[in-house]
Structures are given as C-alpha cells and as structure tokens.
C-alpha cells in the first residue's frame, strides 16, 4: 500500500534530518578516515550508499509536490551541501549521488 501525505511529510522530516546530520559530519571525516580502521570505513561507506537511496527518494517525493514547503528548502540545502562536499566524497571512495539529483541545485 503507497504511503499517506502524513506518512511521507512524517518520514521526509526523519530523512532530512539524519541526512543533514551526517552530511554535517562528513569534513570531519576526511583527518581521521585512515584511522578509522576498515569495519568503520565500510560501515561508514554503506551508511552513506543508504543516505544517497533517501536523498535520492526525497528527490522523488519533492518532484511529486509530496514535501511541504519547509522540507523542500531543507532538501535543496541538502542538496547543496552535497555538492560541495563532491571531491570529499571522491576521495574517499564513496558512492557519488547521480549527477542529475544535484543538478537543480541553485
């Protein structure tokens, strides 16, 4: 059974904000990756393969008109910051978001 408006707006908001948090977390990462040891790493890694499926299904929600408006300001800052955290994630190896979920960012 699809989701309600209330379901969505309800999971939109947990989404936005574990994203935010993580993203927020991510220069962090970059001084002390190596000594994270590798379970770390690739507990880190599949995090954010996962984080990148939210964004990537808030993208959806939010070109649907499903996202109430604060939620879609907060996507699209979202969106941005990912941008520039771009080589960061390169550099580490991680999964990059499809260059077309980034595009319309402003």
């Given at each position: 059974m699809a989701p309600t408006?209330?379901?969505?707006?309800?999971?939109?908001?947990?989404s936005l904000d574990a994203?935010?948090?993580?993203?927020n977390d991510l220069p962090g990462l970059d001084e002390e990756w190596e000594g994270l040891g590798e379970y770390n790493q690739a507990?880190?890694?599949?995090?954010?393969?996962?984080?990148?499926?939210?964004?990537?299904?808030?993208?959806?929600?939010?070109?649907?008109?499903?996202?109430?408006p604060g939620q879609a300001a907060r996507l699209a800052a979202l969106k941005h910051d990912v941008r520039g955290l771009l080589p960061l994630i390169?550099?580490?190896?991680?999964?990059?978001?499809?260059?077309?979920?980034?595009?319309?960012?402003?």
């Open positions: 408006a209330a379901e969505i707006v309800l999971r939109a908001d947990i994203l935010r948090r993580f993203v507990v880190l890694m599949m995090e954010w393969a996962q984080s990148v499926d939210s964004l990537i299904e808030l993208d959806d929600y939010a070109r649907a008109g499903q996202l109430i390169t550099k580490l190896g991680w999964y990059r978001p499809p260059v077309a979920l980034l595009e319309d960012v402003a």
